[in-house]
């Protein structure tokens, strides 16, 4: 039985944010991220797409009522465009995005809000993460970025990035301004949605670990196929966006070989060692300095090669 809580009705009323969770299969986790939405310290509305699951992910969310809004997409997309599908219909002046197995910590909300209350011209604030196992153990946290840096650490994919599809509470305005996510795009399709807004507009970080991000076999950051049709649009996109500054549009190099070395590292852990070092080859042509230090950090690589 899904957990009681307030009169849906009272917290409609008088939600600014809402979050909105993307579930294909995600039955196992579900239920405790919905629970996590519903127990922010300020009133909060949970909107969970439902993309064709047959795990029974629907009915975990149809357990709370009247709590939960669940929309059930007809056909098949994109995780984007399950989020656009979800911020659209949400009709509150903030959102916030979270994955089926993700976690807010109950202040998470609220503390977005004073900050976006205190920095009206910022687009977004995201958070740092506490990073977890499949069974929700802490294994490690990751930082927010500065502000003055998220735009170029998130173009480039170098830590700390900024977290779009689990911290960030965005003003919908923003949203619709810049079209939503780019439903061409799966895993890269916060990178690209966070890059463009950082473009256009201030954004704001909160350090605090206020986000719990689940690591575990089967996430779409280890789909290499994925990967690389993301990568074939966002590259020339992103570099190519007349409002990407020239001192960031001249780093192309640096994010390719990024790029690169996460393939190679990918293919290494699937036992494809001469494809991941065949990548790896191609990361050292697109910028030989990065690759170099890239490889020292990564004890496996390092030994291969």
């Given at each position: 039985?899904?957990?009681?809580?307030?009169?849906?009705?009272?917290?409609?009323?008088?939600?600014?944010?809402?979050?909105?969770?993307?579930?294909?299969?995600?039955?196992?986790?579900?239920?405790?991220?919905?629970?996590?939405?519903?127990?922010?310290?300020?009133?909060?509305?949970?909107?969970?797409?439902?993309?064709?699951?047959?795990?029974?992910?629907?009915?975990?969310?149809?357990?709370?009522?009247?709590?939960?809004?669940?929309?059930?997409?007809?056909?098949?997309?994109?995780?984007?465009?399950?989020?656009?599908?979800?911020?659209?219909?949400?009709?509150?002046?903030?959102?916030?995005?979270?994955?089926?197995?993700?976690?807010?910590?109950?202040?998470?909300?609220?503390?977005?809000?004073?900050?976006?209350?205190?920095?009206?011209?910022?687009?977004?604030?995201?958070?740092?993460?506490?990073?977890?196992?499949?069974?929700?153990?802490?294994?490690?946290?990751?930082?927010?970025?500065?502000?003055?840096?998220?735009?170029?650490?998130?173009?480039?994919?170098?830590?700390?990035?900024?977290?779009?599809?689990?911290?960030?509470?965005?003003?919908?305005?923003?949203?619709?301004?810049?079209?939503?996510?780019?439903?061409?795009?799966?895993?890269?399709?916060?990178?690209?949605?966070g890059c463009r807004i950082a473009m256009r507009y201030?954004?704001?970080?909160?350090?605090?670990?206020?986000?719990?991000?689940?690591?575990?076999?089967?996430?779409?950051?280890?789909?290499?196929?994925?990967?690389?049709?993301?990568?074939?649009?966002?590259?020339?996109?992103?570099?190519?966006?007349?409002?990407?500054?020239?001192?960031?549009?001249?780093?192309?190099?640096?994010?390719?070989?990024?790029?690169?070395?996460?393939?190679?590292?990918?293919?290494?852990?699937?036992?494809?060692?001469?494809?991941?070092?065949?990548?790896?080859?191609?990361?050292?042509?697109?910028?030989?300095?990065?690759?170099?230090?890239?490889?020292?950090?990564?004890?496996?690589?390092?030994r291969y090669a």
């Open positions: 039985m899904a957990p009681q809580g307030n009169d849906e009705r009272g917290r409609r009323a008088v939600a600014r944010a809402s979050a909105v969770i993307p579930v294909r299969n995600g039955a196992r986790y579900l239920a405790e991220t919905i629970q996590s939405v519903l127990s922010q310290s300020v009133p909060t509305d949970c909107v969970v797409v439902d993309d064709r699951s047959t795990d029974g992910s629907g009915d975990v969310a149809r357990a709370f009522g009247s709590r939960v809004r669940l929309i059930a997409l007809g056909a098949d997309g994109s995780l984007a465009r399950a989020r656009n599908v979800g911020w659209r219909s949400a009709g509150t002046e903030f959102v916030g995005f979270l994955d089926h197995d993700d976690l807010w910590a109950p202040d998470k909300v609220a503390r977005q809000l004073e900050v976006l209350d205190r920095e009206p011209t910022a687009a977004l604030v995201c958070t740092g993460l506490r990073l977890m196992d499949a069974r929700g153990t802490t294994i490690g946290t990751r930082a927010a970025p500065e502000p003055y840096v998220a735009l170029r650490q998130t173009l480039l994919i170098e830590l700390p990035t900024m977290s779009i599809a689990q911290s960030s509470l965005i003003r919908t305005s923003v949203l619709e301004d810049i079209g939503g996510f780019d439903e061409r795009l799966s895993y890269q399709s916060d990178q690209d949605l201030p954004v704001a970080t909160l350090q605090a670990a206020l986000t719990s991000y689940r690591m575990h076999a089967g996430q779409l950051s280890e789909d290499l196929e994925l990967l690389r049709h993301d990568a074939a649009i966002t590259v020339p996109k992103l570099f190519g966006d007349p409002e990407l500054p020239p001192e960031l549009r001249r780093l192309r190099r640096r994010a390719l070989a990024n790029l690169y070395y996460t393939y190679a590292g990918t293919q290494w852990r699937r036992g494809q060692h001469r494809g991941a070092v065949a990548d790896l080859a191609r990361a050292l042509l697109h910028h030989p300095v990065r690759s170099v230090a890239l490889a020292r950090a990564s004890r496996t690589v390092q």
